[in-house]
């Protein structure tokens, strides 16, 4: 079955340390997203591809990196820069820039929880 | 810029009651509207969605109207079951940008 998996499920970190989150998907979407969960807030975006080699800053950027050198593959990595990484990741495709119903929905993995110790 | 606010939970209801989980919106032009479900330690998963004012999305018993002149999207449910205990979150897609906008979620307790 297509969908979009994630790595780990879980993943603790010290302090500094840079750690990174897989994420690889095989409906051959060509827009893939990340998104940050905490209590309370809803969900907020970091990042967001719309194709390969290119990506965009969401909002809350700041302490993340991206790349998306293939299609099917989006890691996030969590840097020591991020201030309070301590959170549930999600991140989802979509089939991309086309109109119409398709390209508004977004199919979601089954997130990444970090904790920094 | 474009919002959406939901009523805070938890909605705690027992089998086979009505559930109503509010959703308004603030946003220019003419969104696209979602409520998706995360059940307990998962991802989000579309529940349904509705493209234009009048619209009803409706999937698995739950039902939204999109209601333009009210900015409302609620979500109701005849009669829930202990299965449907879980977060909902309501959203919006405004025109360009593929950027979802979500709310801060309803998380829903079914006792049997």
């Known amino acids: 079955d297509g969908g979009i998996t994630q790595s780990p499920k879980y993943l603790f970190r010290k302090e500094g340390q840079n750690v990174t989150l897989s994420c690889e998907q095989n409906l051959n979407h060509d827009a893939m997203y990340w998104y940050r969960q905490d209590p309370g807030q809803g969900l907020r975006l970091i990042y967001y591809?719309?194709?390969?080699?290119?990506?965009q800053k969401g909002d809350i950027a700041e302490g993340y990196s991206v790349s998306r050198e293939k299609k099917e593959s989006f890691p996030l990595t969590v840097t020591s820069a991020q201030k309070n990484p301590t959170a549930f990741y999600l991140c989802?495709?979509?089939?991309?820039?086309?109109?119409?119903?398709?390209?508004?929905?977004?199919?979601f993995g089954a997130g990444s929880r970090l904790t920094v110790l | 810029g474009d919002s959406v606010t939901q009523m805070e939970g938890p909605v705690t209801l027992s089998e086979e009651a009505f559930l109503t989980i509010n959703c308004t919106y603030t946003a220019t032009g003419y969104p696209s509207l979602f409520w998706y479900v995360q059940y307990p330690g998962e991802g989000l998963q579309l529940l349904l969605k509705a493209t234009k004012a009048d619209d009803k999305g409706s999937n698995k018993g739950f039902e939204a109207t999109y209601r333009k002149e009210t900015t409302s999207f609620h979500l109701e449910k005849g009669s829930v079951q202990v299965s449907d205990s879980a977060v909902y979150f309501c959203a919006l897609k405004n025109t360009g940008f593929q950027k979802l906008v979500f709310g801060t979620g309803t998380r829903l307790l079914v006792s049997p």
């Open positions: 989802a495709s979509s089939v991309g820039l086309a109109p119409g119903s398709g390209a508004n929905v977004l199919t």
């Open positions: 591809s719309q194709i390969v080699n290119d990506f």
